[in-house]
């Protein structure tokens, strides 16, 4: 990357940000709220870059490149990533460029030889799904709904991401690989948001990547 | 030259003013989508944001012919308003002014409604009062001084004046939103037809709206469906009558309190003007910005923050968002 790039990962409750500097070094940190504390993504996710930016010895206005974590994922947190990245990038003079957060995960463990399944935390009992098998393929599944919802995954696949590591015990019963909570193949790297995110369409602004409609409910569709 | 973005509610909002305040251009991205709901949903308010505020942005800074490297600062509404739809104009503000290096300023959602007086085109100097009336506030505040120090002598104890507006447009069957819709319609009924509440147990300046919605809706229940329709005029020029009987009221004891004669009007409700006739009929000496400073737009934020001081650059990297119940709570 011939340019400051900065990469943003708030699609979880973790927050991420990481700096790829044009000659290849890189920092990438991440916040994760305590047991019972809110997401701290709009309080922290400028705070890092500005430590980043100065541990490596530059600044804001090197910032050439912005890529962030379009989702799925975490409905106030990716606003606020795609909203600090639009402002970001509209300062830089370019457009932010969107990654799927299922895909950068996957991106993570891309050197792994088996296959690969991303399951991000989507609330209310479901989760985020994508496999490397089948990465254009990515949808939300409810889990509680089903008693064997991993009935589809590919057979010995490793599962990574914080949905990943909440099923951990009946994903690893079902025979399938789930690394330690704290391994960072369930981490969404900043970095490789940067990575992804070069596949972005050139003058295309960033949007959500939404897998499930809204929950509000046109009156005319309620017989209101 | 300062940039203002407001996102509290269903407006994305973005506007360019110099720094002593002289407007050159503010934009309003309508989010017309909430026609649909009955009414403003937080869910879809936070996702057309994300599309409508950086084109809004964008539009601001074209139509006032100002460049980015023009800018010195960048103001945005903090709260109160809709958590999710404020966190994208003030995510969108910090990257901006940390990319640009310019400093930020936080404002409060009804300090710009009070400041919107000022965009009034009159000479307009404290102290008076300012009536706030719109979808999610309804107070009387007394701005003795220039800047944001100003204490409310009045405020709803339970629904705000816009939102009785919208309840009883979608009890009526008149859509969304209710302001217009209701005054429209009231054109050809009489105010007098129905005796709807003032809320007159409400001592003092507050008010309150929440049993004139409950009126509205057994009256509805009483008549039948048929009758109710074929009222549908009268029903709707009684309960604004109401509506408006109780801020002129309240407006005329706040006067007599405090002594304070002169009162601005702001909040989308000011763009009623069966409100700004009866206040005016009631001797009341009215200030009203125009509409386009009424309804939410970022030109009031802007105009508010030109009184206020720079954030330290750590409170303006981790700026956050807070509610009403937040609001209530400070």
């Known amino acids: 990357m011939s340019v400051l790039s900065v990469g943003i990962d708030t699609s979880t409750a973790e927050t ?10 890189s920092l990438e940190r991440f916040d994760l709220p305590q047991p019972g504390s809110r997401p701290a993504h709009s309080s922290a996710t400028l705070r890092m870059l500005k430590k980043i930016l100065a541990d490596m010895g530059t600044g804001f206005d090197e910032i050439g490149r912005v890529a962030v974590t379009v989702g799925p994922g975490s409905f106030t947190g990716i606003r606020i990533g795609l909203a600090t990245a639009n402002g970001l990038a509209l300062a830089a003079g370019v457009k932010a460029q969107g990654a799927s957060s299922l895909l950068t995960l996957l991106r993570g463990a891309a050197d792994l030889s088996q296959p690969a399944v991303a399951l991000i935390d989507a609330r209310r009992g479901e989760l985020f799904v994508a496999t490397n098998t089948a990465p254009h393929d990515r949808f939300a599944l409810p889990v509680a709904e089903q008693a064997d919802w991993w009935r589809d995954f590919p057979a010995g696949a490793i599962c990574i991401g914080d949905g990943a590591v909440q099923n951990a015990e009946v994903l690893r019963e079902a025979g399938f690989t789930v690394p330690m909570a704290s391994d960072a193949l369930h981490r969404i790297s900043p970095i490789n948001v940067c990575l992804e995110a070069t596949g972005w369409p050139e003058d295309v602004d960033v949007a959500p990547e939404y897998l499930r409609s809204p929950d509000a409910i046109p009156t005319a569709e309620r017989g209101l | 030259m300062i940039l203002a973005i407001e996102t509290s509610c269903d407006d994305s909002c973005a506007a360019v003013l110099t720094g002593t305040g002289e407007v050159l ?7 017309v989508i909430h026609d649909l709901y ?29 460049e980015l490297e ?31 290096d310019i400093p930020l300023r936080a404002v409060d959602h009804l300090h710009g409604h009070v400041a919107a007086s000022y965009l009034a085109g009159v000479e307009l100097e404290p102290p008076f009062l300012c009536l706030v009336a719109s979808g999610g506030h309804t107070l009387i505040a007394n701005i003795q001084e220039p800047g944001s120090d100003w204490s409310i002598v009045g405020t709803t104890i339970d629904d ?37 509440p003032r809320a007159a147990g409400v001592p003092g300046v507050d008010f309150s709206f929440a049993g004139l919605k409950t009126s509205l809706l057994y009256a509805v229940r009483d008549l039948g469906e048929a009758e109710a329709e074929a009222r549908r005029a009268d029903l709707a020029a009684s309960y604004q009558a109401a509506i408006v009987d109780q801020l002129v009221e309240r407006v005329s004891r706040a006067v007599e309190t405090t002594g304070v004669s002169v009162v601005a009007f702001g909040g989308g409700v000011a763009a009623n003007s069966a409100a700004r006739m009866g206040l005016t009929e009631a001797g009341i000496n009215l200030v009203v910005p125009p509409t386009k400073y009424c309804t939410d737009n970022a030109a009031m934020i802007g105009r508010a923050a030109i009184e206020l001081p720079d954030l330290p650059r750590e409170a303006a990297l981790a700026l956050d968002a807070y509610s009403t119940a937040d609001r209530s709570a400070r």
């Open chain 1, 16 to 25: 991420g940000v990481g700096v790829v500097l044009p000659d290849g070094r």
């Open chain 2, 25 to 31: 251009s503010s934009v309003v991205g309508s989010q």
């Open chain 2, 38 to 66: 009955g009414g403003v949903v937080p869910e879809i308010a936070a996702r057309h944001h994300l599309e409508l505020l950086l084109p809004v942005v964008e539009r601001a800074l074209s139509d006032a012919n100002v």
């Open chain 2, 70 to 100: 023009d800018l010195e600062r960048v103001a945005v509404t903090q709260g109160p308003g809709l958590v999710g739809a404020l966190l994208v104009g003030i995510a969108t503000a910090k990257g901006l002014a940390v990319g640009l």
């Open chain 2, 160 to 196: 705000a004046a816009g939102e009785a507006f919208d309840k009883g447009a979608r009890i009526l069957g008149l859509g969304y939103p209710g302001g217009p819709l209701v005054e429209k319609e009231a054109e050809a009924g009489d105010p007098a037809a129905f005796d709807f």
